[in-house]
């Protein structure tokens, strides 16, 4: 579990940590210290209240997906599915498009999106969360992601933003096999 922890919902500031356990009925463990970072602009939203460009990362958990970033490889060490951001990737945000919260190559999409590579630091190297994925839910909102900060006191969208190393450390902790979830909140407690 990646669990980001937000002391005040209202804030952008938090903290990231891992933890494991054996099987659904056994203790967490802390496997990654509390790691500072930044949240969504407006703070956190309450559960199932996050909106399209809100600027609020949505509370709740969720599955992740894959990694990505600019690099033709993933770091060494790193175990998740990765793929490699092109000048031709988008992530459609048009609410009412068929291909709302997708990740798109080739042409430019003519409906509201982002390129993937406009953020440069950013995406240097990330992480697709599977938030609003299984369905996806015309304006519920997209693209979130835990990827680089762009600084320490910079908020994010939507997304969780760390400093880059911690975003590498992370990714090289994720074992797709033990079906790592992420969970965003205002509570310490899991």
Known sequence: MVLVYVPDKEKTDGVVSCLSRENASSPWKLDIEAMPARIGRNGLSKPGEKGEGNGKLPAGEWDLGF????????????????????????????????????????????????????????????????????????????????????????????????????VIKILQWLDPEKRPRIRAQASQEL
């Open 67 to 166: 990694a990505f970033g600019f690099s033709p490889d993933a770091p060494e060490g790193v175990k998740i599915p990765y793929r490699q951001i092109t000048d031709t990737d988008y992530w459609v945000d048009e609410s009412n498009a068929p291909e709302y919260n997708c990740w798109l190559s080739g042409k430019e999409p003519s409906i509201s999106h982002e390129k993937m590579t406009a953020p440069v630091i950013r995406y240097n190297i990330g992480l697709v969360t599977l938030y609003n994925v299984h369905p996806i839910l015309p304006g519920k909102g997209s693209a979130i992601f835990l990827h680089v900060w762009l600084n320490p006191d910079h908020p994010t969208a939507g997304c969780v933003a760390l400093e880059r190393d911690n």
